[in-house]
T-cell receptor, first 111, second 113 residues
């Protein structure tokens, strides 16, 4: 597809379960970003990839959060032992010369 | 460290009136500045960007912004708003040497008929 694709679009899980969120960036975009959008909190930076490496992981809220990117393309954000405060929309974006192209997001609800 | 401040969380304005959404940033190096818009139930999209050159930047849908280095501001303006401009607007900054993009907390523009 032409745009950034994220899956699942909606995920409802029980507290304590692990979840994986997937991002398929625009072909050829080397930079990939994950943000979290909570009500009233704006966009919270989580992690940034340049190719397969992550120069900046400073935004990951805790060690329950991890992300990887393989082949310079698809990225997966994993949240282990989910908590209710993890409920949010997780946004992925890929970049071409500093312009970010966002996906539609994955809405995570932790019950 | 870079940061962005959007002091106004909500801005109500009547249709056809002018609007200014404020954005101030901090960064220790040269910056690139952006405004993104999120329409209801849609993803974020770029409205305009400042990379270099003229400090007055024009974007889509009649919006413009002015980079003011001395005041570390990048305020967004439109001379006459439409109902369709109702959305949330996010200011963002990226420094000159590193691609991390930091967003503000957003300003919800509500256009009143």
């Amino acid at each position: 597809g032409a745009g950034v694709s994220q899956s699942p679009s909606n995920k409802v899980t029980e507290k304590g379960k692990d979840v994986e969120l997937r991002c398929d960036p625009i072909s050829g975009h080397t930079a990939l970003y994950w943000y979290r959008q909570s009500l009233g909190q704006g966009l919270e930076f989580l992690i940034y990839f340049q190719g397969n490496s992550a120069p900046d992981k400073s935004g990951l809220p805790s060690d329950r959060f991890s992300a990887e990117r393989t082949g310079g393309s698809v990225s997966t954000l994993t949240i282990q032992r989910t908590q209710q405060e993890d409920s949010a929309v997780y946004l992925c974006a890929s970049s071409s010369f500093r312009e970010l192209f966002f996906g539609e997001g994955s809405r995570l609800t932790v019950l | 460290a870079q940061s962005v401040t959007q002091l106004d969380s909500q801005v109500p304005v009547f249709e056809e009136a002018p609007v200014e959404l404020r954005c101030n940033y901090s960064s220790s190096v040269s910056v690139y500045l952006f405004w993104y818009v999120q329409y209801p139930n849609q993803g974020l999209q770029l409205l305009l960007k400042y990379l270099s050159g003229s400090t007055l930047v024009k974007g889509i849908n009649g919006f413009e912004a002015e980079f003011n280095k001395s005041q570390t501001s990048f305020h967004l303006r439109k001379p006459s708003v439409h109902i369709s401009d109702t959305a949330e607007y996010f200011c963002a900054v990226s420094d000159g040497s590193y691609q991390k993009v930091t967003f503000g907390t957003g300003t919800k523009l509500q256009v009143i008929p």
